[in-house]
């Protein structure tokens, strides 16, 4: 006879569901400035703590404080303003495009703009990202055209991938943007491969992984860590934690980790928290890790602290999961309000200018978005041929191919 | 010219290719400092250092993985899969990655990659040492796929394969490592030192990816064979007599078809064979090619002649094993039928 209690499983649950009143309480947020700025070739066993605070600049009154503060000039905060705004504007565009049926599908980035967007400003020329589908701002901030964005979403006839790829998986190695595979965090590992083929060539570029934080579940993000910390592999590991993975809270993927950032503190990789929608922490932070990695000191894991305000895409409705109030109630705010009353502290930008900006980035989005759809839409206008659904499988289009294609009669 | 044993010639095209290329890269597990449990990479860390050739984490998604991110860089790595039974944690980073770079970002990325796979049984491996997997690679669109026979075409085949544009699977036939095998287990094993295809030549020499080779010429029956089963088929013909065309496919993907239709439109009668299960086998994909382009020279039907559609057991290997007396049987039935 055993005197043993049964056992009973545990299944996370988030703190609200539909119907409740949302509650943050427990996302603990320190002071902007609050946590310090190590040299970047701390030993990280020294700074395990920044794995479970959170790194911030701009307090509540618009003001950049603390030592990871002052390093972007009024020019480069007015940019990386305008980049927020043309992503979101792009992404609005988009989404009453695939609501009008031009386009299949399409993934908006609402609430989130500051990562990418910040991210792309403290990489050099040559640097290769290998993104998720939420982080287009690495092509806007790089200046990568709209208009090309926009053919690859409607797959018409100038469709940079000749309508292979689901809309969003963009592809561009001129601006040090992977091809998005669409299957999570297979390209993490890519990403420390990349990393290590170019210390391999004593070359001086290096690579960024995305991953959400759903994903960071696959066994493919372990080996990723294996990898960048075994072969101290000039990358950074960028988790952006938005709270939820379609309908699944953090929490699932989450397990007893505390932190996402604290996986990385096993492997001995330094591993921060950031302020996610706080466009000069994420690029103070981004700095400080692609600084690491080029100097040779080898990997950081960096968690990005954000909110993802908006559907996981067009296919999803996230009343049926979490109230909809939570997205008002994220204590982190939004981070295009945020950096605007910022820029208006500091006295470069004003209300009147920020609607001026709206408009003229709209006019701008809008006449690219023209440009595009003269080129057609999914259903409508010029599309890739069928022909070149043949081409490209391999360099050179071995005999059953041809014979395939030739049966297809294009 | 030189005497190779197969893993020999195999390490001489890796040494050939990282002494020509500096973008050649090996690494996998136990692959670096003691040169592979097969020995196939034994002093090529000492030759070329150890950013060149490496071990690895025990994790194969992560080789590939990180593989997939070197040839995208712009390296040709050339890596191994301890055994092929080990390679499905990899699956997803061959099949959805690897092969369709090239594809999805219309040739701005590419994946020149070997990965190189002991495979097939008879070395009392059970399950997760004797599998021969060809058939879920010769499925995926954008993957080529090579099984060579001999010290000879591993060489010049796994230079081809380095030199590659896109990825290839090298599946490497491990009993016929130390010399060729023709299912008769019980007899002495005959090295590659005392057969004509241990004969290497130095330096470097390619063999084209997609060609087959006649090893047997013959009138009456035609056998499709591969790997191990090209030593099993020839004893199966001597055995019985049987005066058999024996085509080594040698490149399973692309597929040598004009060779194949070739002898079977002569001999009228095809058997195919493999390690492999039968069912959705490779032998499968040969038997409908031929019938289509064969129906109507066909003297009887296509036979298969494979491995049960088990998993590979260990005290049973020899029955499990498609042996020269299973070979030979089909031969007969198809000239009777």
């Known amino acids: 006879m055993t005197t043993d209690a049964p056992l009973s499983l545990h299944v996370p649950e988030p703190a609200v569901r539909p119907g409740g009143t949302p509650d943050f309480s427990n996302v603990k947020i320190p002071k902007a400035g609050a946590v310090p700025r190590p040299n970047i070739d701390v030993d990280p066993e020294s700074v395990r703590d920044l794995a479970f605070s959170i790194i911030r600049v701009l307090n509540r009154n618009g003001e950049a404080v603390g030592p990871w503060a002052g390093l972007l000039s009024d020019e480069e905060l007015v940019e990386g303003m305008r980049h927020m705004m043309t992503l979101r504007t792009f992404d609005a565009r988009m989404l009453i495009a695939q609501r009008q049926g031009k386009t299949s599908f399409y993934m908006q980035h609402l609430g989130e703009e500051a990562i990418s967007c910040a991210f792309r400003r403290a990489l050099s020329p040559g640097d290769m990202n290998f993104p998720t589908y939420r982080q287009a701002g690495l092509l806007i901030a790089d200046g990568y055209p709209m208009v090309d964005m926009m053919c690859q979403i409607y797959s018409n006839a100038r469709d940079p991938l000749k309508g292979r790829q689901l809309p969003v998986m963009y592809s561009s190695k001129e601006h040090g943007f992977f091809t998005i595979s669409g299957n999570l965090a297979t390209q993490y590992i890519q990403a420390v491969g990349w990393a290590m083929a170019s210390a391999i060539r004593n070359d001086t570029k290096i690579a960024a992984a995305w991953i959400g934080d759903g994903s960071t579940a696959e066994s493919d993000f372990h080996a990723a860590l294996v990898f960048a910390s075994t072969y101290k592999a000039p990358v950074v590991l960028n988790i952006v934690n938005n709270q939820w993975a379609i309908s699944t809270f953090q929490g699932i993927a989450r397990g007893g980790s505390g932190t996402f950032a604290a996986r990385g503190l096993g492997f001995g990789i330094p591993s921060l928290r950031v302020d996610g929608n706080d466009y000069l922490a994420v690029y103070a932070v981004a700095k400080w890790a692609i600084e690491r990695a080029r100097r040779n000191l080898g990997p950081t894991l960096v968690e990005y602290v954000t909110y993802r305000a908006g559907a996981h895409s067009t296919s999803d409705d996230p009343s049926a999961y979490r109230p909809k109030t939570e997205s008002d109630a994220w204590p982190l705010g939004d981070p295009i309000i945020r950096l605007k009353n910022h820029l208006i502290v500091r006295g470069v930008w004003s209300e009147e200018r920020h609607k001026q900006a709206e408009a003229e980035i709209l006019d701008t989005v809008i006449a690219a978005q023209k440009e595009a759809e003269s080129y057609g839409t999914l259903h409508a206008g010029g599309k890739p041929s069928a022909r070149d659904m043949f081409d490209g499988v391999y360099a050179e289009m071995p005999p059953h191919l041809r014979r395939q294609r030739q049966q297809a009669g294009v | ?337």
């Open chain 2, 1 to 337: 010219m030189a005497r190779m044993t197969m893993i020999e010639a195999i390490r001489d095209a890796m040494d050939v290719m990282m002494a020509r290329d500096e973008r050649v890269v090996v690494f996998g597990e136990d692959v670096g400092y003691f040169g592979g449990v097969f020995r196939c990479t034994a002093g090529l860390q000492q030759k070329y250092g150890k950013t060149r050739c490496f071990d690895a984490p025990i994790n194969e998604a992560g080789i590939v993985g990180a593989a997939i991110g070197m040839a995208a860089y712009g390296l040709h790595p050339c890596i191994e899969i301890q055994f092929a039974d080990y390679m499905y944690p990899a699956y997803d980073q061959i099949v959805s990655e690897a092969a369709r770079l090239r594809y999805r970002s219309n040739g701005e990325f590419t994946c020149p990659l070997v990965v190189r796979m002991p495979t097939g049984g008879g070395i009392f491996g059970g399950q997760t040492h004797s599998q021969s997997p060809e058939a879920l690679f010769t499925h995926v669109s954008g993957l080529k796929t090579v099984v060579p026979s001999n010290p000879y075409d591993a060489k010049g085949l796994l230079i081809a394969a380095i030199e590659d544009p896109d990825p290839v699977i090298f599946l490497e036939p491990k009993r016929l490592y130390n010399g060729p095998f023709d299912g008769h287990h019980d007899r002495p094993i005959t090295p590659w030192s005392k057969h004509d295809l241990g004969e290497v030549p130095n330096g470097h020499y390619t063999l084209p990816l997609g060609k087959a080779s006649i090893v047997r010429e013959g009138a009456a029956v035609t056998v499709l064979a591969y790997g191990t089963m090209v030593y099993v088929a020839q004893a199966a013909a001597a055995e019985t007599g049987v005066d058999a065309e024996i085509i080594d496919l040698r490149t399973l993907l692309p597929l040598d078809m004009e060779t194949i239709v070739a002898s079977v439109k002569k001999t009228g009668r095809c058997v195919v064979v493999h390690e492999a299960t039968l069912t959705s086998g490779f032998g499968a994909e040969l038997a409908s090619l031929v019938q289509e382009a064969c129906f109507f020279q066909l003297e009887a039907p296509i036979a298969r002649v494979t491995g049960w559609d088990t998993p590979y057991p260990h005290a049973q290997e020899w029955d499990y094993f498609p042996g020269p007396a299973r070979v030979g049987r089909a031969l007969v039935e198809t000239l009777e039928a």
